[in-house]
């Protein structure tokens, strides 16, 4: 039932053609960049549906991991779509508390109970300090709607504005995964159940880089320097999960890190908002490719419950070949190798960001993407030169179709780019 539903939102979105405005009396923004970035949500938790059904069946609260998991893409979806600070507010509320469930969903597990624990106390800590900024905001701006909130604030206080920003920023960066808030990524990867591990670094991740970016725009520029800011933390992100990607040996950790860094590229639309016509294209495909490509990876490690290990991926590509080429498929897209989605995505990214001004990050990130081929060849190398160690049963035979389906998509995707990019140019502006 999970699965239909969500397949009908899909669906229900994908023939939505409204032109961009405001609803729920200018509290939900519908536009080019909400529509993709819900029907990424949607895909990635039908995904997510299809990677569930042969984890969870021994354990006796399954059913309630469905409702969970649909509460959770409703709370990033509202993120997404948020065009008012207490609707943020909400959203983002909805969007933790499913997250604390979903990250320890199995108590037995100690290791679980811990990652589900580090990911609620940096959550108790990040979701004040985002309402305290709300509430500054709205003291300086006298209204909590985008639309007169950006207008609002040109005038106000510019430290009541830049504190109150801050904080907000300090939620929204928690939910994305972003640096100094990011310790709960690879932790939740690595220990969680893989589906919720495939869920929460991807749907609550491109919400939140939709909603600072929504945000962003409203700021005025001139009174505070937001967009150094955002390109120095981008920077900081990118860096810090390629360079402590290289030195695991537990895939799914590999990925949570991974996840890290790719947060850093995602902010790069956002320095550009408002400075080039390509950062909101970039933003489009940035969130298309990589929801398709990280699902996609953790759909492999559902497939192999229990092999975690980089050794344990030796051989892949003759045991399972594709399996291994799924795997092959979403981190190749990852790291940004044509014709695969992540190439337009990062190619994208990288001139919107010299197109305004910042030549220097995408410099960087141009040396980050060398450096996480490194780690994303000590998967695949090994998967497809070495010699398999014993044949292992595969858990059922959902997952692999699963990650067969979210990789041929990502090929897809890159394949047909300009509908992408089309749909992102019909709405140049994020409507607050």
């Known amino acids: 039932m999970g699965a239909l539903g969500a ?3 899909f669906a229900a979105d994908l023939r939505l053609r ?4 405001l609803t729920f009396s200018g509290t939900f923004a519908l536009d080019g960049i909400t529509t993709w970035t819900t029907l990424a949500i949607l895909a990635s938790t039908a995904l997510v549906i299809g990677l569930s059904p042969r984890w969870f069946a021994t354990d006796r609260r399954h059913g309630e991991w469905y409702a969970v ?3 959770g893409a409703l709370g990033a979806t ?5 065009a008012d600070l207490m609707e943020l507010m909400v959203a983002m509320l909805l969007t933790t508390v499913a997250g604390y469930t979903q990250a320890s969903y199995h108590r037995a597990s100690s290791r679980c109970a811990e990652a589900g624990a580090k990911l609620y106390f940096l959550g108790a800590l990040a979701n004040p300090l985002m309402f305290t900024g709300i509430v500054l905001l709205y003291g300086a701006g006298g209204t909590t709607v985008y ?8 005038g106000a206080d510019p430290i009541a504005v830049g504190a109150g920003a801050a904080l907000v920023l300090v939620g929204l960066l928690f939910e994305l995964g972003a640096a100094p808030v990011h310790p709960w990524v690879p932790d939740v990867a690595e220990a969680s159940p893989a589906p919720a591990a495939a869920f929460l670094t991807v749907a609550p991740k491109v919400a939140a880089l939709v909603a600072i970016a929504r945000l962003c725009s409203i700021l005025p520029a001139d009174a505070i320097a937001w967009r150094p800011a955002v390109a120095a933390l981008a920077a900081l992100t990118m860096t810090l999960g390629n360079l402590a990607a290289l030195w695991q040996d537990d895939v799914r950790r590999l990925l949570g890190w991974s996840s890290v860094s790719q947060a850093g590229y995602g902010l790069m639309a956002v320095v550009a908002l408002g400075r080039s016509t390509h950062a909101l294209p970039a933003l489009v495909v940035f969130v298309a490719g990589y929801a398709l490509a990280n699902t996609a990876a953790f759909a492999v490690v559902v497939a192999l419950r229990g092999r975690t290990s980089l050794s344990d991926y030796r051989g892949l590509g003759r045991r399972r070949p594709w399996l291994a080429a799924a795997l092959a498929v979403a981190l190749l897209s990852l790291v940004g190798i044509p014709p695969l989605v992540g190439f337009p995505a990062k190619l ?6 010299i197109e305004a001004g910042y030549a220097w990050l995408a410099v960087l ?5 060398v ?7 000590r998967v695949i190398g090994p998967m497809v030169l070495a010699r398999p160690p014993e044949r292992a049963p595969l858990l059922g035979r959902l997952a692999p179709a699963t990650a067969l389906f979210a990789a041929a998509a990502t090929l897809a995707a890159g394949l047909s780019v300009d509908l992408l990019v089309r749909a992102a140019a019909a709405s140049r502006r994020l409507p607050g």
């Open 7 to 9: 397949a009908a939102a």
């Open 18 to 21: 409204l032109p961009a405005q």
């Open 69 to 71: 998991l649909l509460f």
């Open 78 to 82: 509202l993120l997404a779509g948020a």
């Open 147 to 154: 639309r007169d909130l950006g207008p609002a604030l040109t």
């Open 348 to 353: 994208l990214l990288f001139g919107a960001t």
């Open 365 to 369: 990130a141009v040396v980050n993407t």
């Open 371 to 377: 450096i996480s081929v490194f780690y994303y060849v």
